[in-house]
């Protein structure tokens, strides 16, 4: 099944992009004994994309010594990541990043030696609670499985995109899902075609998930005796059937109505400021606005394209958000866009469809 990458023929390089996603209902459970949430969220995938270029630099010396120690974690020199675009300087190069774990597991899984190059261009926000990082592990699992030849199948790929975070498979499969378990186990929904524009405020600085999921914990812990009735408890989502249903007409107004976040006060807590920008996004006339997944980005929901347009002027003009962009959903999963001969070329590596583009076009 592996093909061997030592030979010049077949792909040198792989290109592949994955879509941030956002969360339009956002369900989180009790802290599992894994220190995992149970969450239970409506996923959507958005025209904003990470592009992984995935090269073999050159092959290891001894393929046939696949299964001994050495294979399993090579030194540090053999993966090495670059990355570009807005907010690289705060993305790990080492091998923590994602579409490094990537490549590892993946090499690591048919021995191969291979040293790869990683380049990584941003058009996710950085921290921002749309899933860059995990878009980067996407792209990463897309394109390795391609230049080592190894045809895992979307299912397989998800399978290991679910052990390097719990966002990734939905990276990977993109559209509309609802994410159960810590959000990994995916069920799509195949009627949610509704189209949304949504405006994204991008805050000056980020939020990391567990730190915002423990802010959750706390203000749940510290306002459980309140739940009684004084309006200081943290609410809790209810179920996403009234949300599904309405994803599959075609009333924005309807959907922005049933848009839910539970970790919403937590990064309200976090970063009080964000509420200016929540407010902002009312007055500018946005359908219905929220923290997008663990913040800080807020997301204003329109009506269309051109109500968008109006939106994302008025808020960039309030000086609320450090930049604002406008998307659109949903958009599909994570795929291939260059499978190039030669060594990694930059000028045959395929743009994303929307790597920092402002307008998401
Ligand atoms: C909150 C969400 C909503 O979609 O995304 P973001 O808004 O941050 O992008 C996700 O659950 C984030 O998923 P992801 O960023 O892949 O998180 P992971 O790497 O799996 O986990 C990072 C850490 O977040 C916490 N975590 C994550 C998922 C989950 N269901 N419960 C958790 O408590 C854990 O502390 C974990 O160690
Ligand atoms: N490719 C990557 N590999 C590893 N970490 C990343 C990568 N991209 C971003 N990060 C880091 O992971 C953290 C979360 O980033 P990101 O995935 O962009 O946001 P979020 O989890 O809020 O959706 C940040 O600290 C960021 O530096």
């Given at each position: 099944m592996l093909r061997d990458v030592s030979t010049p023929t077949g792909p040198r390089a792989v290109t592949a992009v994955a879509p941030a996603k956002i969360n339009l209902h956002l369900a989180v459970g009790?802290?599992?004994?894994?220190?995992?949430?149970?969450?239970?969220?409506?996923?959507?995938?958005?025209?904003?994309?990470?592009?992984?270029?995935?090269?073999i630099e050159a092959a290891g010396p001894d393929d046939e010594t696949a299964?001994?120690?050495?294979?399993?974690a090579g030194p540090?020199?053999?993966?090495?990541v670059a990355v570009s675009g807005p907010g690289a300087d705060q993305v790990p190069t080492d091998r923590t990043n994602l579409a490094a774990r990537a490549v590892d597991l993946l090499r690591e899984e048919v021995g191969s030696y291979a040293r790869i190059a990683i380049r990584i261009r941003k058009g996710v926000p950085?921290?921002?609670?749309?899933?860059?990082?995990?878009?980067?592990?996407?792209?990463?699992?897309?394109?390795?499985d391609r230049l080592l030849g190894l045809g895992l199948s979307r299912a397989e790929l998800e399978q290991r995109g679910s052990r390097l975070g719990s966002d990734v498979p939905f990276c990977i499969r993109g559209g509309t899902a609802l994410g159960t378990g810590r959000g990994e186990e995916l069920a799509t929904l195949l009627h949610a075609r509704g189209e949304q524009h949504v405006v994204v405020a991008l805050a000056a600085g980020g939020l990391s998930t567990p730190v915002v999921f423990g802010e959750l914990d706390r203000l749940r812990a510290e306002r459980g005796a309140a739940e009684q009735g004084d309006?200081?408890?943290?609410?809790?989502?209810?179920?996403t059937e009234r949300l599904v249903q309405a994803l599959a007409g075609d009333d924005p107004a309807a959907v922005a109505a049933l848009l839910v976040n539970d970790m919403e006060p937590a990064a309200l807590s976090l970063m009080p400021a964000l509420r200016r920008t929540l407010r902002a996004g009312r007055e500018a006339g946005a359908l219905g606005g929220m923290v997008s997944g663990s913040g800080p980005t807020c997301l204003f929901f329109c009506a269309d394209r051109e109500h968008a347009i109006a939106v994302a002027a008025e808020i960039s003009e309030s000086g609320v958000a450090r930049e604002v962009r406008i998307t659109s959903g949903p958009v599909g999963g994570a795929r291939i866009t260059s499978d190039a001969t030669g060594d990694l070329d930059h000028d045959h590596v395929g743009g994303a469809p929307s790597a920092g583009d402002p307008t998401g076009k």
């Open positions: 009790d802290v599992r004994a894994d220190g995992f949430h149970e969450l239970v969220t409506v996923y959507r995938a958005v025209d904003l994309w990470e592009e992984v270029t995935v090269a299964g001994s120690e050495d294979d399993v540090d020199d053999d993966v090495t950085v921290a921002g609670g749309m899933a860059g990082g995990s878009a980067d592990a996407a792209a990463a699992l897309v394109a390795t309006g200081r408890a943290v609410p809790r989502a209810g179920g």
